[in-house]
């Protein structure tokens, strides 16, 4: 599967880069604002991403503004929600209030840092990925 | 703003809280005595100016306002459909805390904190039709002295649905 | 309970929540184990926390707490659904001790950082082979057996860090010899050691690979790191190169301390982390209240130096977390405030006639000044736009609507009335549940079944909120297939939610709120969205809960109309003081169109006794507020007292009173339930002498009116 990785921070970026990998091609972004444009640019070539993690703080867009982008291009695409890419935020900003935004602006899974991955794993296989 | 009669006598007493059990503030209304648990009453107040809501039961006098609360009044006498009288000096509200619905006693007279016992209590004899809703708010009679006291549920006082069933019943049956 | 979390994490809330729940449905199961069987709220009680819990411990995936929970859940379903006799109550009652033992079990795990490994399949079992007895029971009965709960997947999912609780914190300070070569270079070496076990790592000075001159500045103060791992000191200690370092200071902070640190270290991000939900912080910014898309823009880093955002989020120093009913508190100290204020300057004493007052006026007037800008901050605290709330009602059109493949148009009107933050919080779940429903049942489901009928192939939802006469109107309309009554009375009658009258006995509104009765859900089929039937009873509770009430419009084949009616609890209006007979009352200045002394002749009676006046050829009903609510000793020749024009939303009607006292600033407080609800009034408040006077409702007043027409 293709993952497209939008994380700031260079160990974590390492970290998920490595965990990512396991599972399909992973290409990876430093800010919020190439994070969309790799999914735009993905949408036009007509290899859409199958999954995309966002971490929270990033430089020039953060991940929630990102999310939002995804969704709307999406829905300018009409590409119904059921076909939508699965997007999963990576943050330690882990209060109640973000998790809940973030659900609100339609995202698949939340994981707070530091992340654990047995469970990232099966969040992907109940979302159908593995 | 309102005198507070009796109020210190009040706040001792209500501060022995093992001591209320028993207790019971009695009051007079008409020709009887009436008694209600200590434990339900916060304060007595002398008679203050009503402001009159429209449109309600007539035995609902109004709010007062009791330190920046406001609360309503009832007129006991009317409660009881008895013909109501002339408010004057003696005249008190008593303040109870029901459910924590905080409700003003229009009485005529406070007689006096009584105790009585529980097996002194005894409940109302089924008596004819005209007794009928007393009953509804009298749990028991107690004799204390010469006196006989009527022991009232203030739940039952002050619940409207109460009343209206009462009237219902006393309507069905005229 | 709350006030115990600082940080109200993802976790920390499912904990509360749950625990809440948990000793709900305790309390219900022991006050009813005596009982014969649970009555009705019982059992809807009981489906909704199991609901609740199901759902959000599947969000958290703690799987067996979901299984379990899910299993009861359907127990209570067909309790629910079929009402079976001879439910053997104990057994029933034990069943739900043991999964309410067995996830507060987990729970209390998940406190105290541990996993929920307890072992669910026993119980699941035992639940299955209960169910299996309920339905064999239902069977015989000869009660029609409900179609299967259906449960829905959580389709989000929540990761909980790993965790966190055994991570140490440390602050670490450096001091390097004084006639220590590049210790700027020494310095990163140390952070770069420590990056291999760090979860966070944070120095000062910041800048020590590009600003060689930072070389000094750590050899004159030192250099300092905060530390988050997982390594013991030892471990930390080994990992420093210690060759050129004098003294090495090594302290271990608790999390919070951690956090404070943080804040002096001057990450801002810190603070984000610190607001916890239960303690409101009460922001001059109200919008900054909730985080929003674009709120973690992180500056683009300079080289060497760490994360800012770009965002200008506000120091942790300049906001404190204040208890919601300290701000109630304060509300009501102000409220009382304005009282006094008003039982100051109209004091009788100050009418003495030849007292110099103009120093008191000054005094005064400075007094009045403050008092009007304290009731403007603290009522600004308090209030926030409908607009997030409105956003997600726009999400979920959305959403719904193509996932149903409907074609639909969202009109928001009134987004940024603003409402008391308690309510904002109590209303969302109810309205999602009506824009739910709208999407769903209102809209149809083909457009041709719309065309047909002569309506655009295009459904249309209005959300519209405004602010009337004290009270927040919130209505959701949809020009749908509207609620056919027939079907209603029907459904209602066979669930036995009813009694056993005729539909003409039923008025409209009547037959309208069966559809707020637990367990009434109008599909046949029951949708993900609209769920089945756990939904308007829920709404109208809400509601409820805060003094509200849900109003209920429909016209078959041309859409419904549903608005949520809102107290607003506590506010302070303008208002001018007016007098009818030995009654003070107050009417709001904006509601107010005009005074004006009228002759008897632009007086017109009916017949019927109503009574009109005519103004400059305008002809308005006419109200004698001293006839209405039986007032004695007033004026009631028009010559002699005063006529009140008022309007709202568009209809004006005119009052009669006796004269003007004052025009002031009200304390809106609530008339005491225990009264009833009196039409035309809206609430009652305290004046300068300390009477009371009635609020009079203009929308009240006017309904009435038509009423009586």
Known sequence: ?130 | MAEEVKNEEMEELLEEEDSQKGKFMTFQTGKEFFGISISYVNEIIAMQPIAAIPEVDDYIKGLINLRGKIIPVIDVRVRFKMEPSEYTDRTCIIVIDVNSTMIGLIVEKIAEVDTIADDSIVPPPSLGRKEHEHNKYVYGLARTGDAVKLLLDPEKLIRQDEIEAVMEDIRKED | MAEEFNTESMLDMFLYESGQLLEKLEGIILEKQDADCFDDSDINEIFRVMHTIKGSSGVLMYENITKVTHKLEDVFYYLRESHPDDVPHMELVEKVLAVSDFVTGELDKLKNGDTPDGDEHQLVQDLDEFLGRLKGEIKKQGIQMPQANKHEEPKQFYITPVAGDDSHFYRISIHYRSDTQMSNIRAYSATYALKEVAEDLLYTPDDILSNEASGDVILAEGFHMLLQTKSSKEEVIALIDSSEAEEINFDELTKGEYGKALAEFGREDAITIDLGEEQKPEEKDKKKDKPQPGDYVVKTKEAGKGKTLAKNQPKQQSIISVNVEKMDALMDLIGELVIAEAVVLQNPDLKVPGLELSNFQKASGQLSKITTELQEVIMSMRMMPLTNVFQKMKRIVFDVSRKLDKDIELEVIGENTEVDKNIIEHITDPLMHLVRNSVDHGIEENAEDRTTLGKPAKGKITLEAKNEGGKVYISVKDDGKGLNKEKLYQKAMDKGLIDNKLISEFTDKEIFRFITLPGFSTKEEVTEYSGRGVGMDVVVKNIQSIGGRLDIESVEFEGSEMTLIIPLTLAIINGIVVQVGNSPFVIETASIKEFVRVGEDSLIHEPSGEEYIVLRGECYPFIRLNERYDLADSISNVEEGIVVVLEHEGSQVCVLIDKLLQEQEIVVKPIPPYVKKVKGLSGCTQLGDGSIALILDIAGLLIQDGERR
């Open chain 1, 1 to 130: 599967m293709r993952i497209l990785l939008a994380e700031d921070d260079f160990a974590s970026r390492k970290f998920m880069d490595k965990q990512l990998s396991r599972y399909g091609e992973c290409d990876v972004m430093v800010d919020g604002e190439e994070a969309v444009d790799a999914f735009l640019m993905a949408l036009e070539d007509d290899e859409p991403y199958d999954l995309v993690c966002l971490d929270v703080m990033m430089p020039v867009m953060d991940g929630y503004q990102v999310l939002k982008a995804i969704r709307d291009i999406e829905a300018q695409r009409g590409i119904p929600r059921s076909k939508g890419v699965k997007v999963i935020m990576t943050t330690a900003l882990n209060d109640e209030r973000n998790v809940k935004m973030a659900f609100e602006l339609g995202c698949e899974a939340y994981a707070g840092k530091p992340i654990d991955v047995e469970k990232f794993e099966k969040v992907l296989s109940k979302l159908g990925l593995i």
